[in-house]
C-alpha cells in the first residue's frame, strides 16, 4: 500500500479559525502516522480527566489477535475497526503502542477491504477515514480504490437524488468526508443536496425526511462536520443547525439521540455534538454551550473506557471509540491526503511537517 504525505487543513481540524495545524509525521510500525500537536481548542478538550493515553489503553486491550476489533456481533468489524484506527491515531499515533495497533488494524481491514467496500459507499467512505488516518492511500487500500467505491450509485436509493449518494443522509455525509479524507474534490452539489434536505427543525434526519421533529443529533452533528470541511462553514444552514442541536441537550448536560422526553444524554451523540462544535470553531466550553467535554467526561470509566449511557453496567467499546476524537479536539475527517507532486509544488504537508 503506497505511503502519501499528511496534510490537515485549517478548515477541518478548526474549522473558522483562522490558521493551520502543523502536521508531524513519524514513521512507526512501517506506517507513516501522524502525531498531531494539541492545538488550542484540543487543549480544552483533552485536558479533561478522561485522560486519552489510559482510554487508548483500554481500546488496545480490546483488540483481537487477528487485529480487528469485534462488533456488535463480538466479530472482527470491519467499521469498528477502521473507527479504531481514526480513535488510536487521535489519542497520538506517536506513541509506539498505538502504532503497532493501528498498523495491526490496518492490516486486517485490507484484507477485508473488498467484501466490506462493496456494502456500499458509506462502508468505502469510513473505511477511506481510517486509510487516511492510517497514512494510507485510499485510492490503493487492500487493491481497492475506495474513491471510485465511494461513488458507485446504489439503484433505487431514497437518496439517489441530485447531488445526493449512498443510502440515507448519513451514507451521504460520511462519503462527503471520505471523499475530503482521499484527498479527492467534492462535487458542490453533494454539499447543495445536504443543504436541501435541512428538516424545518434545523437539522438533518436519518432518511432525509424533513418534517419536523424527524431530527437526530447524530445525523445533524454528522451533516455539519461534512459541510463546514466541504468549505460551507459561514452557511447560514449551520448556525440554524447549532440551534436546532441545543434542543437535544439534557439537564446534565450531554446529548440525546432523539427528541423524546425525558431526553437521555448518551456518549455517542455528546461527542459527535462535540465534534461538530469544534469543526465550525464554537467553543464547546464556553457561556453558550456550557462545558460540553466536562459533559462527556462524565461517562468515563477509570479503566479509560465510555459508557454508552449513564448507569450501565458495562463499558462500551462504541462509545469509546467515538469518544477518543472527540475528546481529542479531532473532527472528521481526521487527514487529506495529497500526491507526492501535489506536495512538491506546496499544496500539502512535506513527509517531516505541515503548515
Known sequence: MQRFPLSIPSSVTLGALPRRAALTVALLAGFLLPSLPMNDTQATTSAAPGNLAASAAWLRDQQLPEGGFAGFGGEADPSFTALAIEALAAAGADDPANARSIGMAAEWLASTITEYAAQGPGSAAIAAGAAGAAGLDP?????????????????????????????????????????????????????????????????????????????????????????????????PAIDTAF??????????????????????????????????????????????????PGSLVAFFQPDGSFLFMAGDPEPSLYATLQAIPALAGMPFPMTTLCTDSEAVQGGCASPVAGA
Open 139 to 235: 485510492t490503493s487500500f487492500g487493491g481497492v480504490d475506495l474513491v471510485a467505491a465511494m461513488q458507485q450509485p446504489i439503484p433505487e436509493s431514497d437518496a439517489a437524488a441530485p447531488g445526493m449518494m449512498g443510502n440515507d443522509i448519513n451514507d451521504h455525509a460520511m462519503i462527503v468526508l471520505g471523499m475530503l479524507a482521499a484527498g479527492a474534490p467534492v462535487d458542490p452539489a453533494m454539499l447543495d443536496g445536504l443543504i436541501a434536505r435541512q428538516t424545518v427543525d434545523g437539522g438533518w434526519s436519518f432518511d432525509g425526511q424533513t418534517g419536523p421533529d424527524l431530527m437526530d443529533s447524530n445525523t445533524t452533528a454528522l451533516v455539519i462536520e461534512a459541510l463546514v470541511a466541504g468549505g460551507r462553514g459561514d452557511d
Open 243 to 292: 440551534a436546532a442541536l441545543k434542543r437535544f441537550r439534557s439537564a446534565d448536560g450531554g446529548f440525546a439521540y432523539q427528541l423524546t422526553e425525558p431526553l437521555t444524554a448518551d456518549a455517542n451523540s455528546t461527542a459527535l455534538v462535540l465534534q461538530a462544535l469544534i469543526a465550525a470553531g464554537e467553543d464547546p466550553a464556553g457561556e453558550e454551550w456550557g462545558d460540553v
